[in-house]
Nanobody, 121 residues
Framework: QVQLVESGGGLVQAGGSLRLSCVAS????????MGWYRQAPGKQRELVAR???????NYEDSVKGRFTISRDNAKNTVYLQMNSLKPEDTAVYFC???????????????WGQGTQVTVSS
C-alpha cells in the first residue's frame, strides 16, 4: 500500500501564512514529480505547483511570488509554503505524486485526501 497524507491546512486571515505538508508512505520504490492541486467550491481542480525529483518547479500564475513548493526526498515529503494568503486561495488542497512501488516498473499517480485551506477577509 502507498498513501499520501496531507496536513497543515486551516483557517487563516488574509495576509497570513500556512505551510502544507504531504508525506508518502508504504512500499515505495521511488517518487518522480510531486505537486499540489486545489479545488474550490463549484470549480475544477487546478494545479497550484509542481516540483520534479531534481527540484525544478512551476507555479500557477496567481500564486507566483507568494507560494513556494519544496521537497525532501529522504523523507518522501513535499511542502507548500503559502504566504500572503488571499480569500481567493480558499480551497481543498490535494497532494499528488508519481510513485513507483517496489518491484514495479511504472509510475502511477497517487492523490492525498485533501486538506482544507480557508482564508477569511
Amino acid at each position: 500500500q502507498v498513501q499520501l497524507v496531507e496536513s497543515g491546512g486551516g483557517l487563516v486571515q488574509a495576509g497570513g501564512s500556512l505551510r502544507l505538508s504531504c508525506v508518502a508512505s508504504g512500499s515505495i520504490g521511488s517518487i518522480n514529480d510531486m505537486g499540489w492541486y486545489r479545488q474550490a467550491p463549484g470549480k475544477q481542480r487546478e494545479l497550484v505547483a509542481r516540483i520534479s525529483r531534481g527540484g525544478n518547479s512551476n507555479y500557477e500564475d496567481s500564486v507566483k511570488g507568494r507560494f513556494t513548493i519544496s521537497r525532501d526526498n529522504a523523507k518522501n515529503t513535499v511542502y507548500l509554503q503559502m504566504n500572503s494568503l488571499k480569500p481567493e486561495d480558499t480551497a481543498v488542497y490535494f497532494c499528488n505524486a508519481e510513485i513507483r512501488r517496489l518491484y514495479t516498473y511504472d509510475y502511477l499517480a497517487k492523490w492525498g485526501q485533501g486538506t482544507q485551506v480557508t482564508v477569511s477577509s
